[in-house]
């Protein structure tokens, strides 16, 4: 008996919760007349493989949440009774609202905003969340930009004219959170392009929309923007204070993933503040969480950018900060070895600090190098605002360093020259 990755991985593409999915199967059920008698532990036994075959009412469900067979969401029918599938039960693909061209950011969450005359219900929250995998998909490629926002906050309106027509209370509440999460999508997309007044004001719309839906997941994530957004305007005692917020979120005491995720943005803050014991603290904090997490639980897709690779990534910034560039350097090595390809903006930015740790440590040409690689890493797209104040520190580092360099001169060259043309 091993856990169900092909239904967790079917839950994490449409963004549904334990609890969505059980209220999905229930209401597909009473459709039929059936009683509908799905829990949030039938999910998690459906996840664990505890139950490998749910009963055939189930699975007809299943089969309508999903458009697609039991056996492809992972359930192994029992061996005397398996039947081929027929050509009629071959899955329906999730469509790829990603586009490689640029200026079709509303295109993504298009077929999400389409108006419904009839009560609103749970496969209508379904079918908003799945808008908010495909704007993070293009967040995690090219970073945050005006057609990101704009097409969050019109996911965001939708949801909210939306919850208008609920059938439930249960309902309303949680398009509300649909809000607050495109909303928080609409602001983090400010805070990455350094628009910081419109991000605070984003970010205060959100933290709202996530009280009235008692989301405390969405509310951590708005903190953990909050404490970016304080580190962008050097307000670091604030960054701490945000970081310390998220980590009294209720998710933290139910999934460690999310208490590794606070702890690594306080330990930011701290490092920033210039306090070393502080800021190793938290990291440590952070490490133990994140070996306690479980990678077959089911969560948003925003957070799939934090794991392994990114606490590293964290752990070289944190040590550039309090004076280590040795350590960062070897941190930001391991941290580019493991982060996945499709998060390109994060994989440049993991790239401009192994660049300031190797200028920290005095070796001019190698770091110059390291941080022309970063252009070439976002070619084809505007660098967002929080990566060109990165190479900004580092380009302001560089000439108090070695100011007279030939190749300092020549880095500066080409700095100065991709920001004329961004």
Same mark, same amino acid.
């Given at each position: 008996? *091993?856990? +169900?990755?092909?239904?967790?991985?079917?839950?994490?593409?449409?963004?549904?919760?334990?609890?969505?999915?059980?209220?999905?199967?229930?209401?597909?059920?009473?459709?039929?007349?059936?009683?509908?008698?799905?829990?949030?532990?039938?999910?998690? +036994?459906?996840?664990? @493989?505890?139950?490998?075959?749910?009963?055939?009412?189930?699975?007809?469900?299943?089969?309508?949440?999903?458009?697609?067979?039991?056996?492809?969401? *992972?359930?192994?029918?029992?061996?005397? *009774?398996?039947?081929?599938?027929?050509?009629?039960?071959?899955?329906?693909?999730?469509?790829?609202?990603?586009?490689?061209?640029?200026?079709?950011?509303?295109?993504?969450?298009?077929?999400?905003?389409?108006?419904?005359?009839?009560?609103?219900?749970?496969?209508?929250? /379904?079918?908003?969340?799945?808008?908010?995998?495909?704007?993070?998909?293009?967040?995690?490629?090219?970073?945050?930009?005006?057609?990101?926002?704009?097409?969050?906050?019109?996911?965001?309106?939708?949801?909210?004219?939306?919850?208008?027509?609920?059938?439930?209370?249960?309902?309303?509440?949680?398009?509300?959170?649909?809000?607050?999460?495109?909303?928080?999508?609409?602001?983090?997309?400010?805070?990455?392009?350094?628009?910081?007044?419109?991000?605070?004001?984003?970010?205060?719309?959100?933290?709202?929309?996530?009280?009235?839906?008692?989301?405390?997941?969405?509310?951590?994530?708005?903190?953990?923007?909050?404490?970016?957004?304080?580190?962008?305007?050097?307000?670091?005692?604030?960054?701490?204070?945000?970081?310390?917020?998220?980590?009294?979120?209720?998710?933290?005491?139910?999934?460690?993933?999310?208490?590794?995720?606070?702890?690594?943005?306080?330990?930011?803050?701290?490092?920033?503040?210039?306090?070393?014991?502080?800021?190793?603290?938290?990291? @440590?904090?952070?490490?133990?969480?994140?070996?306690?997490?479980?990678?077959?639980?089911?969560?948003?897709?925003?957070?799939?950018?934090?794991?392994?690779?990114?606490?590293?990534? /964290?752990?070289?910034?944190?040590?550039?900060?309090?004076?280590?560039?040795?350590?960062?350097?070897?941190?930001?090595?391991?941290?580019?070895?493991? /982060?996945?390809?499709?998060?390109?903006?994060?994989?440049?930015?993991?790239?401009?600090?192994?660049?300031?740790?190797?200028?920290?440590?005095?070796? /001019?040409?190698?770091?110059?190098?390291?941080?022309?690689?970063?252009?070439?890493?976002?070619?084809?797209?505007?660098?967002?605002?929080?990566?060109?104040?990165?190479? *900004?520190?580092?380009?302001?580092?560089?000439?108090?360093?070695?100011?007279?360099?030939?190749?300092?001169?020549?880095?500066?060259?080409?700095?100065?020259?991709?920001?004329?043309?961004?």
């Amino acid at each position: 008996m *091993g856990e +169900n990755e092909s239904l967790n991985k079917a839950m994490h593409e449409r963004g549904c919760t334990q609890a969505e999915l059980a209220d999905a199967v229930n209401a597909h059920l009473r459709s039929r007349g059936h009683e509908g008698t799905v829990s949030d532990r039938t999910v998690r +036994n459906w996840l664990t @493989g505890k139950t490998r075959w749910p009963h055939p009412r189930q699975r007809e469900a299943l089969r309508a949440v999903f458009e697609c067979t039991a056996e492809d969401l *992972g359930f192994v029918p029992p061996a005397a *009774g398996r039947a081929p599938t027929t050509s009629q039960e071959q899955p329906v693909r999730r469509r790829d609202f990603i586009t490689a061209t640029t200026g079709t950011t509303a295109a993504v969450v298009a077929p999400v905003l389409s108006s419904r005359p009839t009560a609103v219900g749970t496969s209508d929250v /379904i079918r908003l969340r799945s808008g908010l995998d495909a704007l993070t998909a293009l967040d995690n490629s090219r970073g945050g930009h005006v057609g990101l926002e704009q097409a969050a906050l019109a996911g965001a309106k939708d949801a909210l004219d939306k919850q208008k027509l609920a059938a439930s209370q249960r309902i309303r509440r949680r398009l509300f959170s649909v809000a607050a999460d495109y909303t928080a999508t609409a602001a983090w997309s400010a805070v990455d392009t350094r628009q910081l007044d419109r991000a605070q004001s984003l970010l205060d719309r959100a933290l709202y929309l996530a009280g009235m839906a008692m989301d405390s997941v969405a509310e951590l994530r708005i903190w953990n923007a909050y404490a970016m957004l304080a580190r962008q305007r050097g307000e670091h005692a604030q960054a701490i204070d945000s970081g310390y917020a998220a980590q009294t979120t209720a998710v933290t005491r139910r999934d460690p993933l999310y208490a590794s995720l606070a702890h690594a943005r306080t330990a930011i803050g701290h490092s920033n503040l210039g306090d070393r014991k502080s800021a190793l603290r938290s990291l @440590g904090y952070a490490e133990e969480f994140l070996g306690k997490a479980s990678t077959a639980e089911p969560r948003p897709s925003w957070v799939a950018f934090y794991g392994p690779a990114e606490l590293t990534a /964290i752990t070289a910034v944190v040590r550039d900060r309090i004076g280590d560039p040795a350590e960062a350097e070897a941190a930001s090595h391991q941290a580019l070895s493991a /982060i996945p390809v499709q998060f390109r903006r994060n994989r440049a930015l993991a790239t401009a600090q192994l660049a300031l740790a190797q200028l920290h440590q005095r070796d /001019i040409d190698q770091a110059c190098a390291t941080a022309e690689t970063v252009f070439g890493l976002m070619s084809g797209n505007p660098i967002p605002g929080r990566m060109r104040s990165r190479l *900004g520190d580092f380009y302001r580092d560089l000439i108090t360093l070695a100011p007279d360099a030939t190749v300092a001169q020549e880095w500066g060259d080409r700095y100065r020259s991709e920001w004329s043309r961004l």
